[in-house]
């Protein structure tokens, strides 16, 4: 009885229904779901309707935030290419970019920064770009790309789009473009190997480009981990298998009948072609490859748009719409060059290219590996691309120990190589000289002004030699108002009366006069003789000998005043000088005429201009340049060219670096410990360096001294042999700006092989070469670029000058009263003459 009963139960079970009546079990079933749908179906469809779109505008909602938090603070990175590029710099690159990679459940929640690698094309030329999200610390990218190509220099700005947005009044936008996407499985490798650039083409496509054209290829991409990697590998598995590796192609293969075979057994099937067996063992080897490199989600877009008239007639609208049409297919064509297991096609954007290309919004992309990536997105290899703006001289790091900041560093400026830092000399380094070169505009005066300014501040005694006048004027703009009474000022272009700095003065009037014959001697070589040297020498060793305050105006009358040249020579105790006058008064005066032209001309001309009369040969000197250098006295010179002309403004600017180096020598009476560090300045040094003193041996007992000589020029053709020499050896810290070829070449033996000659002679402005001394000894060179001047302050240069003006008062002498049987006082017997 128990077996009945249970075989009817099982037949009454839905199988044993299914099984008694096929048709009508089924008919049963679509009747229960029909009455479900009934019941059920007004209150689930609204619900369900109202999360399907709950579910739409919460994604898209979290999107646009999304994309918001990486348009917020985004920014373009300019790539300037190195001369030569390497090629496996993009992989490098890429390789570091990983590193931008989220934590899984960070991707999930907050989504993936990507990236946008970007060439833009214009009629000037093409730029390298990459986009760089907000959301990317900064500084990484710009790193990273300097680390992967040495000499590349970048450029950061603030986002903006690649191809404007809005045109100009009276015109508007036309422009086509497109997406590349991969045409089969993106398990598929595209080709990385090549045997020239492979975006030479894409680099010649837009070439011609018109005034109003523009044309863009943008890369998006981002690395991809976990999930998206998987279903690549599943994409791997089915095309290893010949299978549909789309959703749709899946489903076909189920109703179609029969199995595509794999072609691993392939090889096994009778009558299949053994060259069929080599591709595809060839293509999965490539696949292989290709996953086991780290990947990046990519998309290309591009686009091409020009602007033309409001008005303009549609059979002209349509003309330029063909050119464009032109352009974008070169350019999309110019992605054929990476065909091999896969391929780009072309799809058409949505909406207006113009607009999606700057929005940069990145859903969906294809799978690339670094390699691919890298051959997509990378730096032109070829040397002589056109339009492509290269960068100049390599960023070079500056080495362990070099200054940064602090009381005793004199500023240069900042490191352009990682992380931007101050670089600077030690005031106890500075002592071994400091040549600055470069060319006019590079920046020399800015970086003077700031050292200049740093001494004054620090109570370190400067004097500053500016035969153009910028140097100065800048300085009076910023020096300090509370510094004001220690200013110096001599001013050819001032109407006001100057300083008196007589050269003829000092305790070795002997010495004085060497260093004038001399100054004479050198900057008149051309027509200098040995009589001319010997009449003035005798004639400034003679007024020395008088009583009173001996100047350059007397020599004239002692030449050709006779009861002058009597009453002086009546002073004179040396019997060889004796003998020199006793010659000159037995010429004739046509032969004395004759012997004392050369020279008369030359004091004559220095004597004629109003300034140098005051200034050099106005009688007792008002300035002390020993006060000058141990109180933190400041003395500035401008002696503008156009004002006193080439050879006065030598004459002039020789004495004061001859005073100045008069009162660094009288520094040896002092212990060394007390000896203040001080400086000396002089713009175009090469017109003022005029010494009877060797310049090595100068600079060499400078240090001793604590004097700091900081000498500037444009080019080693403006020294002499003897004087580039001199500065190449004993001013050992070199600073160079931009340099001609020639020059550099000479100047790279300083720098090699850390900078070679192409470097120097492609600094850009303010960007310097340096190679400093560091504890006595010689540093690595690096670059940096130095800072712009802090802004002039309104009125302080007025203020300054009336401060000056106040110093340049002479002293008032002290009468001393006369004691009964005294002599008198001898007088001046340039004075009764």
């Known amino acids: 009885m128990s077996r009945p009963f249970a075989l009817s139960t099982s037949l009454a079970s839905p199988a044993g229904d299914y099984l008694r009546d096929p048709l009508g079990a089924f008919q049963t079933v679509l009747a229960h779901l029909r009455d479900l749908v009934f019941t059920w179906g007004p209150i689930a469809s609204p619900a369900l309707a109202v999360a399907t779109t709950a579910v739409v505008i919460a994604r898209r909602r979290w999107r646009r935030r999304y994309h918001g938090s990486l348009v917020s603070d985004a920014r373009l990175v300019t790539v300037l290419a190195p001369p030569t590029v390497d090629p496996s710099g993009a992989i490098t690159v890429w390789s570091n970019l990983v590193g931008l ?21 214009t009629d000037d030329g093409v730029q390298i770009r990459l986009w760089v999200p907000g959301l990317v610390p900064p500084g990484m990218v710009e790193r990273a790309i300097e680390a992967a190509w040495p000499g590349a220099h970048t450029r950061t700005t603030p986002a903006e789009p690649p191809i404007p947005t809005a045109s100009a009044a009276g015109r508007r936008i036309e422009a086509v473009g497109g997406e590349l996407r991969l045409a089969r499985s993106e398990a598929l490798p595209i080709r990385t190997e ?44 089915r095309v290893h298998a010949g299978s549909s590796v789309n959703l749709a192609g899946r489903l076909l293969d189920l109703v179609t009948p029969g199995k595509t075979a794999k072609p691993s057994s392939s090889a096994r099937t009778p009558g299949l072609d053994r060259q ?6 060839a293509q999965d080897r490539a696949v292989v490859e290709k996953l086991r490199h780290n990947q990046f989600e990519t998309r290309i877009r591009y686009a091409v748009a020009t602007t033309v008239p409001e008005h303009a007639t549609t059979a002209e609208v349509q003309a330029v719409q063909e050119v464009l049409r032109g352009r974008g297919h070169a350019i999309a064509s110019a992605f054929a060059a990476f065909s091999e297991h896969n391929y780009f096609r072309r799809i058409r954007l949505r909406r207006a290219p113009v607009q999606v290309l700057a929005e940069r919004r990145f859903g969906k992309g294809d799978l690339l590996s670094i390699p691919e990536l890298a051959a997509l997105a990378h730096l032109p290899i070829d040397e002589a691309t056109p339009g492509l703006q290269r960068a100049g001289a390599k960023a ?34 500075a002592r071994h000289h400091l040549h600055i070169l470069g060319a006019t505009g590079s920046g020399k005066s800015e970086l003077m002004a700031r050292l200049i300014l740093d001494d004054a501040e620090a109570g ?17 703009m910023r020096i300090p108002e509370k510094l004001g009474e220690k200013v110096v ?28 014959v001399s100054i004479f001697s050198r900057i008149y070589a051309s027509s200098w003789g040995p009589r001319t040297d010997d009449i003035l020498r005798a004639g400034l060793l003679t007024l020395t000998a008088m009583p009173g305050t001996p100047t350059l105006v007397d020599l004239p009358k002692l030449l050709t005043v006779p009861a002058f040249r009597q009453r002086a020579c009546d002073q004179i105790d040396d019997d060889v000088l004796r003998g020199f006058w006793s010659w000159y008064d037995a010429l004739s005066e046509a032969s004395r005429a004759q012997v004392i032209a050369p020279l008369m001309n030359k004091v004559r001309g220095f004597l004629l ?71 000396l300045y002089v713009d175009e040094c090469h017109n003022f360096l005029n010494l009877a003193y060797p310049l090595e041996d100068m600079l060499a007992e400078a240090r ?56 120097l002679s492609n600094l850009g402005a303010f960007h310097v070469a340096a190679r400093l001394v560091l504890g006595g000894e010689e540093a690595p060179p690096f670059t940096a670029v130095t800072e712009k001047l802090p802004p002039a302050v309104p009125g302080r240069a007025r203020a300054i000058r009336k401060a000056a003006r106040v110093n340049t008062r002479p002293p008032v002498a002290e009468v001393e009263p006369i004691t009964p049987g005294a002599a008198a006082p001898t007088a001046d017997p340039r004075r009764a003459a």
């Open 276 to 281: 069929t067996t080599l591709e595809f063992a």
């Open 609 to 679: 201009r109003p300034f140098v009369r005051a200034a050099i040969a106005g009688g007792t000197s008002t300035v002390d340049m020993d006060e000058v250098l141990n109180t933190g006295g400041i003395c500035l010179v401008r002696i503008a060219r156009d004002a006193l002309g080439m050879e006065t403004a030598r004459l002039v600017g020789s004495i004061v670096v001859a005073r100045t180096w008069q009162a660094a020598t009288r520094r040896a009476r002092v212990p060394q410990r007390q000896r203040r560090d001080c400086g």
């Open 396 to 429: 070079v790091p500056p080495p362990p120990g070099i200054a940064t900041a602090g009381d005793l560093i004199k500023p240069l400026g900042l490191s352009d190589s990682g992380h931007s830092r101050p670089v600077g000399l030690h005031v106890a380094d």
């Open 101 to 121: 990679l989220r934590p899984g459940w960070r991707r999930r929640f907050g989504g993936q920064p990507h990236l946008a690698f970007e060439l833009t094309f």
């Open 489 to 516: 000022l001599f001013d050819a272009d001032s109407r006001s009366r100057p300083p008196v700095l007589n050269p003829l003065e000092g305790v070795d009037k002997a010495r004085s006069v060497d260093n004038l």
């Open 194 to 237: 090549h045997p020239a650039d492979p975006i030479r083409a894409l680099l010649g496509a837009p070439v011609g480009l018109g005034p109003h054209e523009r044309a863009c290829v943008q890369i998006l991409a981002r690395p991809v981990a976990g999930h998206r990697v998987t279903k690549a590998r599943r994409a791997a598995k």
């Open 460 to 476: 370190r005694g400067v004097v500053v030699v500016d035969p153009k006048g910028d140097l100065v004027s800048d300085l009076l």
């Open 704 to 759: 001793g001294y604590r004097l700091s000589m900081t000498l500037a020029h444009q080019y080693l053709g403006q020294l002499p042999k003897e004087l580039e020499e001199g500065i190449s050896t004993n001013a050992r810290s070199k600073i160079f700006f931009n340099a001609s070829p020639e020059d550099a070449k000479r100047l790279a033996r300083h720098t090699m092989p850390r900078l070679s000659d192409h470097d």
